[in-house]
């Protein structure tokens, strides 16, 4: 069903936009591509007081309506154009209550526009807190706009801010903050002329932007670039004059509007706690103990509902097995289909947990601080503080980090950024490595609630961040460029986080996981299977003689014989001679044949792994022996009797999981954001190179 109004969210980051969007929209919302680019655009359904729909699209932060980004530059694009399917019919302008002054810049911008806009006056509850005073109907009369208090985080002023919507098509036309045509007159007369509009601010504001916007027709563009040469236009001493002049406006209207505590030139709350975890050195201390609380936390606290989902896959296989009559459907379901699954769904819990520390991370705005914290360092390796950002959002998953590189202004900093993020330990690498230290390392305390599980997946996890700084030093010097970037960011007040955000948080990221890796896997299984379960020739007819002859059947009890029977079908199977293939150049580094086949399966995705090996070792097992995928692991025996999965192996196979780019998602949003295949080519080898080499190195030692 259409909606009956389109209102767009506008707002200066860390106002409180997205989380306001979510309170008008709650779970009706869905997310896609802004037309003609790659920037996420999320829109949702709104049910007003008057029976209308509203549809609500959310706009990326911005501090101006001059683009600093990519993404900054959508807001005037989708604000400008008219007769689209977003352009719209009302702005909400989310201010924030306790910083007004910088966030009334974008407002007067945007009102100038002369599109209808109401005003949300987001975190009223902290500036009341904060003992500023702020005459909402005072402020509202000046603007000439409806301006409604709300504090999304806590639902409150919700209900207001949707029935002024509804009445948005009755009030008056905001009045103006500046004399735009005092900019540059003369130009803005003649591209009012040549653009037919009687809006002088979207005139200057076409004057400044023409070469990026979509909009216009080249032809059209062409005049307007005349157009400047003939009135010898500058613009950044036109966006200086214009910034001035809209500051004076806004030191007026806020002059009697609101009132500051004497004392509010003391240090905040967050300011005091500031001082204690950005501090040069304790601040760094501060943040390895949160990362060891979290790795710590991610075994400690899942290893029950881990346990709980083994046992359930366990019980199914059993149950499968019971009542399903022997042959190849039954083999496909439970040795392909339930042990792939299994060694996916078994890892919800610590990929929960994971997610959920993050949000708390970022809720709380603790991430914020880590951001400013790293920026020197980045510096340092040639990047910009805003590559952080992404590094950090790898911890999730490289591609969304990727696509948010396109905040980076400077061309060098954000390929660099491209090329090092998928170094970064995302949560497909986790099952890996949560498994594979599992298998090798004692569940033993070492100090207070810190294990020796624990720190070892703290140390992948921070030689993924330091291996990802010392790759961008070294492209320091191998990528040329002129420009220079430069890092602005502001640091949000400390919060409480979000509990049901958190949960939502936790609930939404673990299902996209799981369908987005349950796809890959299922169907990498059953094809798996298949070329386990098959060979070529008649190698599989060759073997069922030889062990049937009464000589060898003697020797050998009923489950030996299975046992020998299956193992050499599996080595006999296509997948068997894919992995021997395969097999001479990845025995410097420890793997046998079976590994091989799941390096080449999980190229498709990372945590394809754990499926791989449940279903290879389903394929080879005992068909009376039901085990878990650990369990699997641990019982995996050489042809000499010792144990595959040493601890030089699986640190081996971490190393290479941590380096290698096993993932194809990650390799197409490459490519999609450099528009060049050679920049994911190149990601490519120079990952696997690392790979191969640090687990080499690694095995080596080790062994």
């Known amino acids: 069903m259409k909606a ?99 966030n009334l810049l974008l407002y007067t911008q945007v009102a100038d526009l002369k599109i209808p806009v109401i005003v949300a006056l987001n975190m009223i509850d902290m500036a009341n807190k904060g003992g500023i005073t702020i005459d909402t109907a005072l402020l509202s009369k000046k603007l ?39 900019v540059a007159p003369e130009l803005i007369s003649d591209i009012c002329e040549e653009v037919k509009t009687n809006n002088p601010y979207f005139a200057l504001q076409l004057a400044h932007q023409h070469e990026t916007l979509k909009f216009l ?143 708390i991370l970022e809720d709380t705005g603790y991430m914020a601080r880590v951001t400013f914290m790293m920026d020197k360092i980045m510096r340092k390796v040639g990047l910009n503080g805003k590559s952080v950002v992404p590094l950090i959002g790898g911890f999730a998953c490289a591609v969304p980090s990727i696509m948010s590189t396109r905040t980076i202004e400077n061309w060098k900093d954000r390929m660099i950024t491209i090329m090092v993020t998928p170094l970064v330990t995302c949560s497909a690498r986790l099952p890996v490595y949560t498994l594979l230290i599992a298998l090798v390392v004692p569940n033993r305390n070492v100090w207070w609630i810190f294990n020796l599980q ?77 070329l386990s379960s098959y060979g070529p020739g008649d190698r599989f007819k060759n073997i069922g003689t030889k062990y049937s002859q009464p000589q060898i059947v003697k020797t050998m009890t009923p489950d030996s014989l299975a046992r020998v029977i299956s193992t050499e079908k599996l080595e006999n199977s296509y997948a068997g001679v894919l992995g021997h293939v395969i097999e001479p150049v990845i025995k410097p580094i420890g793997f046998d044949w079976k590994i091989g086949i799941a390096l080449i399966t999980s190229f498709a995705a990372r945590e394809v792994f754990v499926g791989t090996m449940a279903t290879i070792y389903s394929v080879e097992g005992d068909a009376d022996r039901i085990e878990s995928v650990q369990d699997k692991m641990r019982n995996a025996k050489n042809p000499d009797g010792s144990p595959v999965f040493t601890l030089a192996v699986a640190f081996s196979l971490m190393m290479f999981y941590a380096f290698a780019m096993q993932c194809a998602s990650t390799v197409a949003v490459v490519y999609r954001e450099t528009k060049d295949w050679r920049w994911p080519a190149a990601q490519f080898a120079y990952m696997t190179f690392l790979a191969y080499a640090s687990a080499f190195l690694v095995y080596t030692l080790l062994r």
């Open 144 to 182: 000439g706009v409806s301006v409604v208090p709300v504090s999304a985080r806590k639902l409150e002023g919700i209900n207001e801010l949707k029935q002024a919507i509804s009445y948005a098509n009755k009030i008056a036309l905001q009045q103006d903050s500046i004399d735009v045509r005092s």
């Open 454 to 530: 624990g720190l070892a997946l703290t140390g992948m996890y921070l030689l993924s961040l330091l291996s990802a700084i010392i790759v961008a030093w070294v492209m320091k010097f191998v990528l040329k460029a002129r420009e220079r970037g430069y890092f602005i960011m502001e640091l949000p007040v400390y919060r409480m986080p979000r509990w049901n955000n958190v949960l939502f948080s936790m609930f939404e990221r673990s299902k996209a996981f799981v369908l987005q890796a349950g796809k890959v896997i299922i169907a990498v299984s059953i094809i798996l299977w298949v």
């Open 4 to 102: 009956d109004i389109r209102v767009a969210l506008v707002g200066n980051p860390n106002t409180g936009k997205s989380t306001l969007f979510n309170a008008l929209t709650g779970l009706n919302q869905k997310v896609g591509n802004f037309p003609g680019v790659t920037v996420d655009k999320k829109t949702g359904i709104s049910q007003l007081p008057d029976g209308r729909r509203a549809e609500i699209v959310d706009l990326p932060g911005t501090y101006s309506l001059y683009p600093k980004s990519r993404d900054e530059s959508i807001v005037f694009s989708v604000l400008a154009e008219r007769d689209t399917e977003l352009t719209p019919d009302l702005i909400v302008v989310i201010l924030d209550a306790t910083n007004l002054k910088r």
């Open 217 to 359: 027709k080249p032809e059209e563009s062409d005049r307007i670039e005349a157009l400047e040469h003939k009135h010898s236009f500058h613009s950044q001493k036109a966006q200086a004059t214009e910034t001035i002049a809209r500051y004076n406006y806004i030191n007026d209207v806020l002059y009697d509007t609101v009132k500051t505590p004497a004392a509010a030139h003391d240090e905040s709350i967050s300011n005091k706690i500031d001082k204690i975890l950005t501090h040069r050195v304790f601040g760094f201390i501060i943040f390895l103990g949160v990362l060891l609380f979290m790795f710590q936390s991610i075994f400690a606290w899942s290893s029950y509902p881990q346990s709980l989902i083994e046992d359930g896959f366990v019980w199914v296989e059993g149950l499968l097995r019971g009542v399903m009559p022997e042959g190849p459907l039954a083999d496909l379901l439970i040795d392909g289909v339930v042990a792939g699954l299994s060694g996916v769904l078994v890892f919800i819990p610590q990929i929960a947990v994971l997610f959920a520390f993050i949000s």
